[in-house]
């Protein structure tokens, strides 16, 4: 399985970055900033001597098990039938339960689920976030950075709102309202 390789690429330099400049690991950020390039360029040479990027086509190879991973602790006894059942019937998602449980798990191979849940005749992305609450303890107002932008990558690569392919533009403003609704 293929995964752009500028999507991962942008998580890993965040990351990275953070550590650089937030820690001040370097002694002044110019510094810093051309050590994360030269460390960018070996690491990306690394990756191409392992076989982890395709150097022709820019995207980086990955197993399946490396794309499937869980960013929040789970809680216990949550039947995901049910809660299938719940969303299905009350019209909020169009998808099969095998497509909705692999999207809960996090998996990558898996169809997209169409979200045509609706507040003030317009498609919402709240009841998305509310879902991922029912199945992980996720506190929205204080999730790493990383695991944020990992969640939201997720989202859009496996959620449609309304047929649409959500962008991460649109994700990031619904969960910036989604957020200051939970703080009042």
């Known amino acids: 399985m293929q995964v752009n390789r500028d999507q991962i ?34 690491h990306g040479l690394r990756m191409i001597v392992k076989g982890k990027i395709n ?8 197993s399946e098990d490396e794309l499937n991973f869980t960013l929040f602790e789970k809680k216990e006894n949550i039947d995901i039938k049910k809660l299938y059942d719940q969303y299905f019937k009350g019209r909020f998602v169009e998808c099969t339960y095998d497509t909705f449980f692999k999207a809960l798990h ?16 317009n498609y919402t992305y709240t009841g998305i976030f509310d879902l991922y609450s029912e199945v992980y303890h996720i506190d929205y107002k204080d999730i790493e950075k990383f695991k944020k932008k990992r969640f939201k990558l997720y989202i859009c690569s496996k959620f ?17 309202r989604y957020i200051k609704k939970l703080k009042n």
Do not use: C, P
């Open 9 to 42: 690429r942008e998580i890993v330099k965040e990351e990275f970055y953070k550590i650089l400049f937030e820690e001040k690991i370097f002694e002044t950020e110019i510094k810093a900033y051309i050590k994360s390039l030269i460390f960018e360029d070996i």
């Open 55 to 62: 150097n022709h086509k820019s995207e980086l190879i990955v």
């Open 106 to 121: 996090f998996k990558h191979n898996t169809n997209e689920i169409n979200w045509i849940q609706k507040s003030n005749n």
């Open 160 to 176: 449609k709102k309304g047929g649409q392919v959500i962008t991460e533009k649109n994700l990031n403003n619904a969960y910036m």
